[in-house]
């Protein structure tokens, strides 16, 4: 109640300022998302944790959820040269749950928040711009999203266009900083070391060039994170990408404890790790109705001391790096036709090698929004009502894949149709897979952006299909359905050794049904 409470006290505030300050022009926007869903979006129907445990099922979510979100954004604009920006977002809030607000009485207090909070101005007689604070940020990309970095984050924009067809922005970012409770027995300094060593900070370049059909932009971004950087004391409450840090900066080998699936291990002696991207995304249009996109990207982190790998269910382990570094290339060819737009797109990651003594050869992130599909990406929504569906975003590390699809499809007036059919394979060497636990290696979408770990023997078949229909100009109604194939090779994991071989795959499936009112 005291944060719908302050919700509401601000944006008076903000309102009421305008009949004392008639220069300032307020514009209100947002969005009214209500959700239902039925689904089990698991690759594992039931696993065994130990060889004496009996199998348990895997996935003990509902089948069927129904969840609402708001966000509201309030602009104050003071000229074309200044500006501010508060952006609410009340929920997810899922239907039935009391500490969501979404219980008989709905008085919860724990969903509203603010998204991002920023200021936009320019410098006097100049073309140089500044966004300062909360924002959304979104790594240049083409053809299937970023598979690097897209979401809101602390910083500072500053962008110059020298002229029509080329700019420059930098970017500074502070992800995090002060999460570390401290009291780690295995950090070389005394218990009293809370917020020790916990900051990241990335900076950024973007050259944006258009020319006559031609679209291009080179950017790249360096990084340094503390050592504990990884380290939160409690992740729901830190609702980092809706309640668990997104980051895949670790190799995705061993056990998922602390020491093993985060970055930034205790046993290490350096204080601060570094990490580097790099991209060159480019667009040709200058054939229209011909559209033709590539994405050629590449990441690095640092080695931050090294961790236990353990296989044979434990009973030994192979000392390895935490190294991680790798690439990727995606493409999309489409072409615009009167009853649709068809097209092609494909990718291709680099994987691991087998060897964890060397780190990770699948390419890092920070929080990947990949959405050249919408069950195992983000290419619809991005949002719906089911905790474990699995269109989060992904990263595209350790797989590729080509796909067909056509959108923007019409039989009947405001009523829409996209098909999409993509197979996925993996680039990782199966060796690797005597260092996976098998669940958390299958269980793609719970706390991770990396996806399932595909070997070079396994694969993926999914489908997608939405249906957009605008119901008034601001209200449309989404009906979207998918099924992945699961293809994953049983034999090849059992015979490598992996740590749970005891396993019963399945497909999973969705449909979720959408109400979106923008304004």
């Known amino acids: 109640m005291k944060r719908l409470c302050t919700l509401i006290l601000a944006a008076g505030m903000l309102l009421g300022a305008a ?25 594992i129907n039931k696993t065994r944790d130990g060889a004496a445990a009996n199998k348990q099922k895997y996935n003990n979510e509902d089948m069927f959820q129904a ?9 104050a604009v003071a000229s074309e040269a ?77 962008s110059y266009q020298f002229n029509e067809n080329v700019g420059l922005t930098a970017l500074w970012m502070r992800p995090f900083n002060d999460n570390y409770a401290g009291g780690n027995w295995r950090d070389i300094t005394s218990n009293n070391n809370r917020n020790y060593l916990d900051n ?24 340094m994170r503390g050592k504990n950087t990884g380290k939160f004391a409690d992740y729901a409450d830190s609702e980092l990408s809706d309640g668990y840090p997104n980051f895949t900066l670790a190799p995705y080998s061993g056990n998922r404890g602390e020491d093993n699936w985060l970055p930034n291990s205790g046993r290490t002696g350096k204080a601060y790790g570094s990490m580097f991207w790099a991209g060159l995304p480019f667009a040709i249009t200058a054939w229209d109705p011909l559209n033709i996109e590539v994405d050629l990207n590449y990441g690095y982190v640092e080695a931050m001391g090294r961790y236990d790998a353990p296989r044979d269910g434990g009973a030994w382990s192979k000392r390895s790096s935490t190294e991680r570094s790798g690439w990727l290339a995606k493409a999309l ?51 719906g009502p089911g905790a474990g569906y699995v269109d989060k975003g992904v990263s595209y590390a350790g797989t590729w894949g080509i796909g067909l699809r056509v959108k923007d499809v019409s039989f009947l007036e405001d009523l829409k149709h996209s098909l999409t059919v993509a197979y996925w394979g993996g680039t990782n060497s199966p060796s690797e897979i005597k260092y996976m636990d098998t669940a958390y290696a299958w269980n793609y979408g719970t706390d991770y952006s990396d996806g399932p770990y595909l070997t070079t023997e396994d694969s993926l078949l999914e489908f997608n299909l939405i249906n957009a229909w605008q119901i008034y100009e601001n209200l ?34 969705k449909a979720q049904l959408i109400f979106a009112y923008s304004f």
């Open 19 to 43: 009949s004392g300050a008639s220069a300032i022009d307020f514009k209100a926007k947002g969005q009214w998302l209500m959700g239902f869903g039925v689904g089990d979006t698991t690759l």
């Open 67 to 75: 969840r609402q979100r708001v966000r509201l954004q309030l602009d």
């Open 82 to 158: 200044l500006s501010g920006t508060v952006y609410f977002e009340i929920g997810s809030q899922k239907w039935g749950n009391a500490n969501q607000g979404g219980a008989l009485g709905a008085d919860g207090n724990s969903v509203i928040k603010i998204k991002r909070a920023y200021i936009d101005w320019v410098v006097p007689q100049t073309d140089l711009k500044f966004r300062m604070g909360i924002q959304g940020v979104t790594l240049p990309n083409k053809a299937g999203g970023s598979a690097v970095f897209d979401t809101d984050v602390a910083g500072i924009t500053a």
């Open 476 to 509: 449309e109604m989404n009906l979207e359905l998918g099924y992945i194939v699961n293809c994953i090779d049983n034999d090849a994991w059992k015979k490598a050794g992996a740590r749970d071989t005891s396993f019963e795959k399945q497909d999973a499936w």
């Open 200 to 223: 990241m900070d990335l900076v950024a370049l973007m050259l944006p060039v258009t020319l006559d059909g031609f679209e291009i932009t080179p950017w790249a971004m360096y990084g």
């Open 333 to 383: 060819v489409e072409y615009k036709l009167d009853w649709g737009v068809p097209g092609i797109f494909g990718w291709y990651a680099s994987g691991d090698d087998g060897n964890p003594r060397n780190g990770s050869e699948r390419m890092p992130s920070i929080d990947p929004y990949g959405n050249f599909t919408s069950f195992m990406g983000d290419g619809n929504y991005g949002w």
